[in-house]
């Protein structure tokens, strides 16, 4: 049953005509066939104004309006209007009604995991005839960063506000214990050790902190360990495996035993970022895209940044989001949105964009440039990431995904809320997990 979780997001309410102002409703070819994409091109400079849906927010739009003035100045018969739609969740149920109206924007953004939904369903144009038309060299993209937009070997979008899973630390106060932020799972025990600190039989300090509230968090901590989410047909999950279960034993065990914090629920995000600002814990797994404003700007200590620890393999996730092309976008749209995400997405831009957003370079050759070096110069944190360049790959691509992973993370919730064993629950929860991937197929 393809495009379930989409289609059942849909709701009277949400097809109001508010929704669809300023966007085409001519209609398209065939979904899927962009069919101007495999001819040559024929450059049509008649004007033409295409709708940018997008959640970015009010502290990146100087940048944001600053690449549209600089598109606008190199094709000046294109106008690109820029709609805000809110956060992702907004974004996506308002793309889900323009699409059911057939009047949708010609380019927008979408937020990284729910990709393989819409794309299931064809609701973005496959980049891919594009891409060889215009002969576009895509090996200097991050790889991971590339896949990630990419679904059953299609390009549907480019990453544009991409972030990574990182470790924040206080490298202040590990200088002064004369430690450093662990690497790999061996060397965490003794980390915990030399960093807690407890007064009564209670942790007045944590040595780190992991999210509870979003698998984003924890999901690299399963495939780090060697286990699997999915299995590599991806027609099971694959907690029923005892690789698979290494996470949350150690998870349960670090906080029985006081070393490590996991916050659930609402307020846990403010919780656990106050706590490091009040050096109550050391070291926070959080999205390198809050190292600057949460971070930097209130610190009173000196910041560092780690990539995740890892054991089997070692990689972290990406987040935020990719620029795509709607496909039921009339033919000229398309062109032009093309030419916008180019643009948006090539590597002249590259540093400057990752430097206004607060998000990361997408581009291999950027790091070695002038360019590059004076950011790296002025963010220094961020060279971590890059020295792990191809371990930022993406998400667990699947349809059902965003359904399926509720029920692993109710099962952190009930550890952390409840005291409960997790490993039972999680056995317990499998069938209902491929209970869901079934009705996907």
């Not at 891409?131 to 960063?145: A, P, Q, T, V, Y």
């Not at 937009?149 to 506000?161: C, D, S, V």
């Not at 004076?374 to 995904?401: C, L, M, S, T």
Request: charged content about 25%.
């Amino acid at each position: 049953m393809k495009f379930k979780k989409v289609a059942a997001l849909l709701s009277v309410s949400a097809l109001t005509s508010s929704l669809l102002i300023g966007c085409s409703s001519s209609q398209s070819s065939e979904p899927g066939s962009t069919p101007a994409a495999a001819k040559p091109l024929v450059e049509d400079t008649s004007p033409i104004t295409i709708q940018y849906w997008h959640s970015h927010a009010e502290k990146q739009m100087p940048i944001v309006n600053t690449m549209i003035e600089e598109f606008k100045k190199k094709y000046p018969y294109i106008t690109v209007e820029q709609v805000y739609q809110g956060a992702y969740a907004d974004l996506h149920k308002k793309l889900q009604a323009a699409v059911a109206a057939n009047d949708v924007p010609a380019v927008t953004n979408v937020e990284v995991a729910s990709l393989p939904n819409f794309a299931d369903s064809g609701t973005f144009a496959n980049l891919t005839p594009f891409i060889e038309r215009d002969k576009i060299d895509l090996n200097d993209f991050s790889k991971g960063m590339l896949q990630a937009y990419a679904y059953n070997n299609k390009q549907y979008g480019f990453p544009l506000i991409v972030s990574s899973s990182v470790f924040i630390y206080n490298k202040t106060m590990l200088d002064q214990i004369g430690v450093k932020p662990p690497q790999a799972w061996a060397e965490i025990e003794e980390f915990n050790k030399k960093v807690t600190v407890k007064e009564g039989g209670k942790t007045t300090r944590y040595a780190f902190s992991v999210p509870g509230w979003d698998t984003w968090y924890f999901d690299p901590w399963i495939t780090n360990g060697g286990g699997m989410i999915l299995t590599a047909d991806k027609k099971k999950v694959g907690f029923d495996q005892p690789e698979s279960w290494r996470w949350i034993e150690n998870f349960r065990k670090w906080t029985l035993e006081g070393s490590v914090h996991m916050g659930y629920g609402p307020g846990a995000s403010d919780n656990m970022r106050q706590m490091f600002l009040d050096q109550k814990v050391a070291m926070v797994e959080h999205s390198s895209a809050t190292l600057k404003a949460t971070y930097l700007d209130n610190a009173k200590f000196e910041v560092g940044m780690s990539f995740i620890p890892g054991d089997k393999e070692r990689k972290a996730h990406i987040g935020g989001a990719g620029i795509v092309i709607m496909d039921k976008a009339p033919d000229k749209q398309k062109e032009a949105a093309w030419k916008f995400v180019q643009f948006l997405t090539n590597k002249e831009n590259n540093i400057r964009w990752a430097d206004g957003t607060g998000y990361l370079p997408t581009h291999k050759s950027v790091i070695n440039t002038d360019e590059g070096k004076k950011y790296f110069e002025k963010w220094p944190q961020y060279k971590v990431i890059f020295d792990n360049f191809d371990y930022v790959v993406g998400r667990p691509q699947h349809p059902a995904y965003s359904e399926f992973s509720k029920k692993y993370l109710e099962v952190v919730g009930k550890m952390l809320l409840e005291n409960a064993d997790p490993l039972p629950l999680l056995k317990n929860s499998v069938k209902e997990m491929n209970d869901i991937i079934k009705d996907y197929q």
